[in-house]
């Protein structure tokens, strides 16, 4: 990320693995012209510290020296903390495994909780999540010609805080997230071969059916595009899946279902007073993208 940014001609410092006890590790580098990117790394931080049944592991393979112990339990919110402590005005981006994971609400293995979304927590200004390195180009473009990330509502892969009932404009709808899945007990498969039973309902009256305009297949793609992209499903609120296992589980597989970059539509969940509003997964990277990125030095 960092050779991807100098090559868009940014200057970038990086501060690894910082001392977390206090702001002053994080002051190092000075006050930063556009922005801090926060990530916690490789690998979930709670995941490299901590085995499956709560021991501390004794050793950390990204570490130099496979050293452990050198990062906080959920490494991203306590740096993003310590950034707002150190220099309060300064926007945060938000990024990484923990972030992605973390963008709605969400189970807490280690505590055994459903937690808030990492924009809550972490007060973080945009939340990236997925393959982010054009997303994260754009932003530091836009803010290097002065614009303000509360403005950048419109870039895929972002997650962000808003005010309960935003939209990007007038002609936006909204669903319950009900119709994308319904809640509660989930049906077996049906037996595909089962044999059907013969029907006995009557035979339909054809002379009732009245004849409808053909519509072609790109007409038909077309009008199902506009209206996805100017779609926002409401999964239930953190208030909600907090105490409900069900709404928990229908509100993790909304958000799977809505997960494939080419028709996924934004999602909002409400938190307290405030919407979390995540927009689409971003496109994946063309062949001359991801080459950019990885002939890089």
């Given at each position: 990320?960092?050779?991807m940014?100098?090559?868009?001609?940014?200057?970038?410092?990086?501060?690894?693995?910082?001392?977390?006890?206090?702001?002053?590790?994080?002051?190092a580098?000075?006050e930063?012209?556009?922005?801090?990117?926060?990530?916690?790394?490789?690998?979930?931080?709670?995941?490299?510290?901590?085995?499956?049944?709560?021991?501390?592991?004794?050793?950390?393979?990204?570490?130099?020296?496979?050293?452990?112990g050198?990062?906080?339990?959920?490494?991203?919110?306590?740096?993003?903390?310590?950034?707002?402590?150190?220099?309060?005005?300064?926007?945060?981006?938000?990024g990484?495994?923990?972030?992605?994971l973390?963008?709605?609400?969400?189970?807490?293995?280690?505590?055994?909780?459903?937690?808030?979304?990492m924009?809550?927590?972490?007060?973080?200004?945009?939340?990236?999540y997925?393959n982010?390195e054009?997303?994260?180009?754009?932003?530091?473009?836009?803010?290097?010609?002065?614009?303000?990330?509360?403005?950048m509502?419109d870039?895929?892969?972002?997650?962000?805080l808003?005010?309960?009932?935003?939209?990007p404009?007038?002609?936006?709808?909204?669903?319950?997230?009900?119709?994308?899945?319904?809640?509660?007990?989930?049906?077996?498969?049906?037996?595909?071969?089962?044999?059907?039973?013969?029907?006995?309902?009557?035979?339909?009256d054809?002379?009732?059916?009245?004849?409808i305009?053909?519509?072609?297949?790109a007409?038909?793609?077309?009008?199902?595009?506009?209206?996805?992209?100017?779609?926002?499903?409401r999964?239930?609120?953190y208030?909600?899946?907090?105490?409900?296992?069900?709404l928990?589980?229908?509100?993790?597989?909304?958000?799977?279902?809505?997960?494939?970059?080419?028709?996924?539509?934004a999602?909002?969940?409400?938190?307290?007073?405030?919407?979390?509003?995540?927009?689409?997964?971003?496109?994946?990277?063309?062949?001359?993208e991801?080459?950019?990125?990885?002939?890089?030095p």
């Amino acid at each position: 990320i960092g050779l991807m940014l100098e090559a868009q001609g940014f200057r970038v410092g990086i501060i690894a693995q910082p001392d977390w006890h206090s702001k002053d590790p994080f002051m190092a580098l000075g006050e930063p012209n556009l922005f801090f990117g926060v990530t916690a790394g490789n690998m979930d931080s709670m995941i490299n510290r901590y085995t499956a049944d709560r021991k501390i592991r004794s050793d950390d393979a990204y570490t130099p020296g496979g050293q452990g112990g050198q990062r906080p339990d959920r490494a991203a919110l306590v740096y993003a903390q310590r950034c707002k402590e150190a220099w309060n005005d300064v926007p945060i981006v938000m990024g990484g495994i923990e972030a992605s994971l973390r963008r709605i609400a969400h189970y807490d293995y280690w505590q055994d909780k459903v937690r808030r979304s990492m924009l809550v927590d972490a007060k973080c200004d945009l939340l990236l999540y997925g393959n982010a390195e054009r997303a994260l180009v754009e932003i530091a473009h836009r803010a290097a010609h002065g614009e303000r990330l509360a403005q950048m509502r419109d870039i895929r892969g972002t997650g962000f805080l808003t005010s309960q009932g935003w939209r990007p404009d007038a002609g936006w709808q909204e669903l319950d997230s009900t119709t994308v899945d319904l809640p509660g007990r989930v049906d077996p498969h049906p037996d595909p071969y089962a044999m059907e039973p013969a029907s006995t309902a009557p035979a339909e009256d054809t002379d009732a059916v009245q004849p409808i305009r053909l519509v072609s297949a790109a007409e038909r793609v077309a009008a199902r595009k506009l209206q996805r992209a100017k779609t926002v499903v409401r999964i239930p609120a953190y208030e909600a899946v907090a105490y409900d296992p069900v709404l928990y589980a229908h509100a993790s597989r909304t958000l799977h279902l809505e997960s494939n970059p080419g028709n996924a539509r934004a999602l909002v969940q409400a938190h307290g007073e405030r919407d979390v509003w995540i927009n689409p997964p971003p496109i994946p990277l063309s062949t001359e993208e991801m080459d950019y990125v990885y002939d890089l030095p």
